[in-house]
């Protein structure tokens, strides 16, 4: 789960690590208030969940898709600027006065924020960030995440920082300095010094430096964090460190610990259908392009199926997970979703049960069919725990399906269903 | 007898909930050895019963492995309590541990496997369908048992559900199995992809093996690099996700480590250079198998079952 930038650097202050003053408005009242505070030199930075707000714009709904289409079109492009008349996401303001103005159209009821991350609709503005300007002498990349395969927290640090670190690490590998932190040890300030040093941070920065780095491991262990990172972090001209950025990821399985992550969580942010797959308890749900409506258990045999209906000349117009199904009305919400969805020409379920059974799951499609009118042709294909019930129940049921066993022959069927389908409506148009 | 598993293995149950129970009744009308359950406060009191087997159920590991000489843990225990329960096993020096549960926090894994790093443990999961053994019905996860058929394939792969596709394919095209492993799927597991592959590289009753890896990470390039360095039987690989769009599951922090190499291409293209055999369709993995066989001269025709 991601959180905004202002949340991250309330986490960053509540743990002494420095940062801008500032804060987040979402009325002109609250901005006024932090403008008379913080200002005159101000920073305002549209709050998303996006990347690639800077080059982003900010627009008016019914402009998103055409900003969108020139910003994917051209991937270098800089749509939106820090001043001037095309406004990105993050601007620079003077004054009260002018920075309102930076202030108003981010807040306005329509207004949207198009990066080459949004996607053509872009995404809704939750709140602006408004800070004190820095004086950077230099900018640092550092960030802690997960290392998998090695099992621990992993730093990642470079003082060529401000600009992309995957294109760091392409262009200039070196520049790149990864510390794997031991878990028991944490990241004293002592290593944060080292890695100070080694940064080529001037000698007056490095136990600020070395404190900062080691506040923000506290961030990454406190939160059940997944990725903090902070890109940049500057050297000021007093000579000493300040987080202007700050993103953090949180694990959503440990939620638990942290009351749901409830007060940091922004649901304006997420696809409206896969809150819905998520309210209603289905694993994980991906809106795609095609017009094949997938219902499969298992992340790995919804990948799979994806790739046979493209195999055999079809186009998946979702990936979903529903997880371990031992209630057939999970089947049926997540039915209604790909029902819902205006694109899909047929439906294909695909479920091979260990932990879930699949005569509850064909239990949950015959109701399904019949509680949700379902028009689009469907198949079928069970194996695994209690599959011999499963069929009988799909067959007695005398609902309009079909059936196969192999994964190949299902896919096969759902492709000629979904052509058939579509040439159907279109000769109805 | 294969790897992991064998029918001196004797399993204890850590996790009396519904699903465990229901689970292990699988397990024992399977066939195989359970011979003690954890669960403190058990509401069934101190024993479990299910037609003609009953095992003694009791509050804590190390009392469990004293009393019962259990060799291997299978654990159900919810994501909350999941790594307590696994470092309880770690500490009872249990030395096979299989992790079913789905969800737990990474943050704890990252205890865990500095803990497994210093034992005698070896760690299977979570998030994991489990081991099973069918020459010597030994269940130790959540499969269906009946597409499983004893011989001489191995099967490795970080999806669930995925292992039970590519084993109904090899049943069908005739092909049994030796052991079939899933690791699972979170970012950090117990032993990894190519761990498993050295175990079957070495053990007499395997002749090939089927791999199933998926996109991010960079497990499937280590797996790879070993079947290059040393593998000496065929790897029969499929990776799912070639048709995923980019960047929903690789976040920003994977994509950082890995650049293009979590993408099923450069999966594909490690694999095949390492001299694996692909499968591009996840729908060919048992014909592709059996061809391969064939052609080692190591297909065995299915036969009656060996008493």
């Keep these: 789960m991601n959180i905004h930038e202002y949340q991250a650097k309330q986490l960053f202050r509540a743990h002494g690590v420095p940062v801008p003053g500032g804060g987040a408005a979402t009325t002109e009242r609250e901005a006024r208030a932090l403008l008379k505070e913080h200002g005159p030199d101000v920073v305002i930075k549209a709050q998303v969940h996006a990347g690639g707000r800077g080059k982003g714009r900010i627009v008016k709904r019914d402009r998103t898709s055409r900003i969108y289409n020139d910003l994917i079109s051209e991937p270098d492009r800089h749509e939106g600027q820090i001043t001037g008349r095309r406004r990105g996401g993050v601007r620079l303001a003077s004054g009260t006065e002018e920075a309102l103005k930076e202030f108003r159209p981010m807040m306005e009821q329509d207004a949207r924020l198009v990066s080459i991350q949004t996607g053509p609709d872009g995404v809704p503005i939750s709140a602006a960030l408004i800070e004190q300007q820095t004086s950077i002498a230099k900018e640092y990349y550092f960030s802690i995440q997960v290392d998998g395969a090695n099992g621990q927290p992993l730093i990642v640090a470079s003082a060529e920082g401000g600009q992309s670190i995957e294109e760091v690490n392409r262009t200039n590998p070196r520049a790149v300095l990864r510390v794997p932190v031991d878990p028991v040890e944490g990241f004293p300030s002592f290593r944060g010094r080292s890695l100070a040093s080694r940064l080529g941070l001037p000698s007056s920065a490095i136990r600020p430096a070395g404190e900062m780095f080691a506040n923000l491991y506290q961030v990454f262990a406190d939160m059940d964090a997944s990725l903090v990172e902070v890109n940049p972090f500057v050297l000021t001209g007093e000579g000493t460190v300040l987080a202007i950025d700050g993103k953090v990821g949180l694990d959503d399985n440990a939620s638990f610990r942290h009351g749901g992550y409830e007060e940091w969580r922004d649901r304006s942010q997420e696809n409206p259908t896969e809150i819905e797959a998520e309210e209603a308890n289905i694993g994980s749900y991906i809106k795609l392009d095609g017009d094949i409506g997938c219902v499969v258990n298992g992340a790995g045999l919804a990948m799979a199926t994806m790739d046979t209906l493209k195999l055999h000349g079809g186009e998946p117009a979702n990936f979903l997970d529903i997880g371990t199904v031992n209630r057939k009305d999970r089947v049926i919400e997540a039915l209604r979703i790909i029902v819902n969805d205006p694109d899909v020409k047929a439906i294909f379920i695909n479920i091979f049960g260990g932990l879930a059974r699949v005569d509850i799951v064909a239990e949950g499609v015959v109701d399904a069919v019949r509680e949700l009118n379902i028009q689009q042709p469907l198949v079928v294909r069970l194996n695994g725990s209690n599959v011999e019930e499963g069929r009988r129940v799909l067959h007695d049921s005398g609902i309009a399906v079909q059936t196969a066993d192999e994964l190949g022959d299902a896919a096969e069927l759902a492709v000629n269903a979904a052509r058939t389908s579509k040439r159907r409506s279109r000769s109805n148009d | ?307």
């Design chain 2, 1 to 307: 007898m294969s790897i992991l598993l064998n029918n001196r293995t004797r399993l204890l149950i850590q996790g009396l909930g519904n699903e465990g129970q229901n689970q292990i009744r699988r397990s024992l009308d399977y066939g195989t050895k359970v011979v003690a359950g954890v669960h403190p406060g058990f509401r069934g009191g101190d024993s479990f019963g299910h037609g003609n087997h009953d095992f003694p159920v009791y509050a804590t590991v190390s009392e469990a492995v004293e009393k019962t000489q259990a060799n291997c843990t299978i654990i159900y225990v919810p994501a909350p309590g999941a790594a307590d329960a696994i470092l309880e096993n770690i500490a009872a020096e249990v030395p096979l541990i299989v992790c079913i549960t789905e969800g737990v926090p990474v943050h704890d894994m990252i205890r865990v496997r500095t803990a497994l790093a210093n034992s005698r443990s070896k760690l299977i999961g979570p998030n994991c369908p489990g081991i099973i053994q069918p020459a010597s019905r030994c269940r130790v996860g959540i499969h269906p048992p009946d597409v499983f058929m004893p011989g001489n394939v191995g099967v490795v792969s970080r999806s669930g559900t995925l292992v039970y596709e590519a084993v109904d394919q090899l049943t069908r095209a005739g092909i049994g199995q030796s052991t079939c492993v899933g690791v699972g799927g979170d970012p950090i597991i117990g032993e990894q992809q190519q761990a498993i592959l050295r175990r079957f590289n070495s053990d007499p009753d395997t002749d090939a093996v089927v791999l199933i890896g998926e996109i991010g990470g960079l497990a499937e390039q280590a797996a790879a690099a070993y079947i290059k360095r040393s593998m000496n039987k065929p790897v029969v690989a499929f990776i799912a996700g070639a048709t995923a769009p980019p960047g929903r599951r690789m976040g920003h922090a994977g994509a950082i480590i890995e650049g293009e190499a979590g993408t099923a291409e450069a999966k594909i293209t490690a694999l095949e250079e390492a001299g694996a055999i692909i499968s591009r369709s996840p729908a060919e993995i048992g014909s592709t198998m059996r061809r391969v066989l064939e052609e080692a001269g190591k297909y065995q025709p299915p036969g009656p079952p060996a008493e």
